[in-house]
T-cell receptor, first 114, second 111 residues
Framework: DGGITQSPKYLFRKEGQNVTLSCEQN?????MYWYRQDPGQGLRLIYY???????QKGDIAEGYSVSREKKESFPLTVTSAQKNPTAFYLC?????????????FGPGTRLTVT | GQQVMQIPQYQHVQEGEDFTTYCNSS?????IQWYKQRPGGHPVFLIQ?????EVKKQKRLTFQFGEAKKNSSLHITATQTTDVGTYFC???????????FGTGTRLKVLA
């Protein structure tokens, strides 16, 4: 089955630790995205990548880092510099070409930092 | 900066009543997308509108893109409990793969 996988579903960390969230897609999509969602709120863009080895900051990139070494993978690292890391993190991908940029979302990772 | 706002933020309806959510952008959009997120789930793509004044229907859902391509609406006729969730609109920043999502409207349907 084609789709996006994120792991783990739930993640708990102590304050001050860096943590990396996994995102893998087998849709052969060029573009990938990371969003953050806080309870009762919308999606805010953290980082996005149009092609391998290239990525751009979104609206709330501070305290986060990403890499795009392979087309199918776009891991997100939440660093200790992120002041409020507890949130629901969603990864998405899109074809990235033509007139349709429908985004396919993974199931998300709920990160709790105490 | 570019903003996309949705109203209302919350809506409670009795099953069988109609529901509408409105999306307003501060800038003209080349297209607009709508997503649905069930409680505890992830957003799922519903539809994309591209043309000025475009209207598309999916069963009980009617989507409309404004003439000026700065606003859009989603109307659900005769809501059902399966319609529960948060509905988001999303529009692209011009010339990029970057989308800005609206604030969302959370719909609760009372049986």
């Amino acid at each position: 089955d084609g789709g996006i996988t994120q792991s783990p579903k739930y993640l708990f960390r102590k304050e001050g630790q860096n943590v990396t969230l996994s995102c893998e897609q087998n849709l052969n999509h060029d573009a990938m995205y990371w969003y953050r969602q806080d309870p009762g709120q919308g999606l805010r863009l953290i980082y996005y990548s149009q092609i391998v080895n290239d990525f751009q900051k979104g609206d709330i990139a501070e305290g986060y880092s990403v890499s795009r070494e392979k087309k199918e993978s776009f891991p997100l690292t939440v660093t200790s510099a992120q002041k409020n890391p507890t949130a629901f993190y969603l990864c998405a991908s899109s074809i990235g070409s033509g007139s349709t940029y429908e985004q396919y979302f993974g199931p998300g990772t709920r990160l709790t930092v105490t | 900066g570019q903003q996309v706002m949705q109203i209302p933020q919350y809506q409670h309806v009795q099953e069988g009543e109609d529901f509408t959510t409105y999306c307003n952008s501060s800038t003209t959009l080349s297209n607009i997308q709508w997503y649905k997120q069930r409680p505890g789930g992830h957003p799922v793509f519903l539809i994309q509108l591209v043309k000025s004044g475009e209207v598309k229907k999916q069963k009980r859902l009617t989507f409309q893109f404004g003439e000026a391509k700065k606003n859009s609406s989603l109307h659900i006729t005769a809501t059902q409990t399966t319609d529960v969730g948060t509905y988001f609109c999303a529009g692209p920043y011009s010339g990029t793969y970057k989308y800005i999502f609206g604030t969302g409207t959370r719909l609760k349907v009372l049986a």
